[in-house]
């Protein structure tokens, strides 16, 4: 009996890995600039340079569909972080353009991915709430509330597959006291209104 085989074999599977783990270290360095600019999109957004943030959103794109070549071997996991920021960025600007929120067959990311990348949006929309209602538009508020609070129901029953989808539950419930928290804050700035108006046809 010889390792004949055993050595052979064993070769084979050493160059194998050696490409996997080149692929896998290419991912981590590179996959951080498609996060960083889905970041920038959103921080563009909520300064209302929705071009800006189109940009960014645009060149994240880019590196992802070149990256995903790069992702095979069973490496597909390391692009749900970058995919999750993405959708998320997406999901955003779609919502402030008053259109449909893009589909995940539409941006082309994983299933995980998708379902992470919307429940990050959630806690992103509680933060533009908040900004609208700090100027005035109580109106544009409510419209952004509204979506935040279906978002959430859509999502809410994701929190089952938590062992599947990572931190789906624990996002879930972070999201439950968010929109607890805005619509709060949306019936106690309507009420504040509402006394304003009652005040001033007073005082006439």
Request: glycine letters at 4%.
């Amino acid at each position: 009996m010889t390792l004949k085989n055993v050595k052979i074999s064993l070769n084979k599977i050493s160059k194998s890995l050696v490409d996997i783990q080149d692929s896998r270290e290419f991912l981590l360095k590179n996959t951080r600039e498609i996060i960083i600019l889905c970041s920038k999109a959103i921080i563009a957004v909520h300064k209302g340079e929705l071009s800006t943030g189109k940009n960014n959103l645009k060149q994240a794109d880019i590196l992802l569909k070149k990256y995903k070549k790069k992702s095979t071997g069973g490496l597909e996991k390391y692009l749900i972080t970058p995919e999750q920021e993405f959708v998320e960025a997406a999901s955003l600007i779609a919502i402030v353009e008053k259109k449909e929120i893009p589909s995940d067959k539409k941006l082309s990311v994983m299933p995980e991915s998708y379902v992470l990348g919307l429940l990050d949006c959630v806690g992103e929309l509680k933060r533009m709430v908040f900004d609208k209602i700090r100027i005035g538009k109580i109106d544009e508020a409510t419209r952004i509330f509204d979506i935040m609070e279906n978002l959430y129901l859509q999502l809410y029953t994701f929190s089952l597959y938590d062992k599947v989808v990572k931190e789906a539950r624990r996002k879930i419930d972070v999201n439950r006291i968010l929109v607890d928290d805005v619509r709060s804050a949306i019936t106690e700035e309507k009420r504040r209104s509402e006394l304003i108006k009652t005040l001033q046809k007073l005082e006439k």
